[in-house]
C-alpha cells in the first residue's frame, strides 16, 4: 500500500510518502507557518522524489486536529481534494496523538498539550501499547488546571510532549519527580508517525462529511451562539 501523510496542524509542516511500513520519503518544516504556500509543492517534490505517481497512491492521511484552525483547514481539504479524486481511502489521525507516538517505551504514560490560550490547552493522555498510544483520556480543550488535576490522579510516571514552555513550571511543582518534560525536540510532528497510526484506524466513510476536530467552537460559531441562545443544538452550517 502507497500512502501519503501529512500533518499540519500547527507552526510544523510534516509530509511523509511511505510504502506499507516504509518510509520513502518524508520532509518537516519548521521555520515558518506558511502552509498554504508550501504543502502542494512538498507533496509534489516527495512525490517525484519517491517515484510516486498520484495515481499509484491507496491512502491519504491527515492529522485531523486538534491544532491551528488555519492549519487543519489547510491539511483537511487537501487530503479530502486527493482521496475524492484519486478515489482513494482518507484516515484522520489525532494531532496529540501523533506526537505521543514519538515515545515508544512500553506501557509509558504520555500526556501531550498544545497551548489553548488563556491558561487553556487541547490535551490527550496515552499509554504506549506495542509501540502505539493507545488512549486513556479522550483529547479535549480545557482549563490547564483541570488538566493537571487529571495528571495528578494518575499517580504513576509520566512523560509530557507539546507546547510545555508555559507550563512546565506548575507541572513540576505538582507532580515532582513522577513528571518528566522532554527537550522540544521530541515533540515535533512527523507524518511517518501519523501514517504509522493510520495502520490501527479505518479508513473515513463519507469522505465530504470529513471535517478537523477542533475541539472548540471558532470565534464566529461562538459569537453566533452568543447572539443566539435558544439554537445552540443546531448545526452551525445548517444556521447560515
Not at 501523510?5 to 507552526?11: I, K, P, W, Y
Not at 495528571?151 to 519527580?177: C, N, P, Y
Request: aromatic share 6%.
Amino acid at each position: 500500500m502507497k500512502i501519503l501523510a501529512m500533518d499540519t496542524s500547527n507552526q510544523p509542516l510534516s509530509v511523509a510518502v511511505l510504502e506499507d511500513s516504509r518510509v520513502l520519503a518524508t520532509e518537516t518544516v519548521t521555520v515558518e507557518q506558511k502552509h498554504a504556500a508550501y504543502l502542494a509543492p512538498i507533496i509534489e517534490r516527495l512525490m517525484a522524489t519517491s517515484g510516486v505517481k498520484p495515481a499509484d497512491l491507496d491512502r491519504v492521511v491527515v492529522a485531523d486536529g486538534p491544532g491551528s484552525y488555519t492549519g487543519l483547514r489547510i491539511g483537511v481539504t487537501t487530503a479530502k481534494t486527493l482521496a475524492a479524486t484519486l478515489n482513494i481511502e482518507l484516515v484522520g489521525v489525532s494531532s496529540l496523538q501523533t506526537i505521543a507516538a514519538n515515545i515508544s517505551h512500553e506501557n509509558q504514560l504520555v500526556a501531550v498539550l498544545f497551548d489553548g490560550r488563556n491558561d487553556n490547552v487541547f490535551a490527550g493522555v496515552y499509554r504506549i501499547h506495542q509501540g502505539v498510544p493507545t488512549e486513556v483520556t479522550a483529547d479535549a480543550h480545557q482549563p490547564f488546571d483541570q488538566f493537571l488535576e487529571t495528571l495528578d490522579k494518575a499517580h504513576e510516571s509520566l512523560i509530557v510532549l507539546g507546547d510545555t514552555a508555559h507550563f512546565e513550571d506548575r507541572l513540576v511543582a505538582q507532580l515532582g519527580d513522577l513528571v518528566t518534560v522532554l527537550n522540544p525536540v521530541f515533540s515535533l510532528p512527523q507524518a511517518t508517525q501519523v501514517a504509522r497510526i493510520a495502520q490501527q484506524l479505518p479508513a473515513i466513510k463519507d469522505v465530504d462529511g470529513f471535517v478537523p476536530r477542533y475541539l472548540r467552537l471558532t470565534k464566529a460559531e461562538a459569537d453566533w451562539q452568543a447572539q443566539h441562545p435558544k439554537e445552540d443544538g443546531h448545526s452551525y452550517v445548517e444556521k447560515i
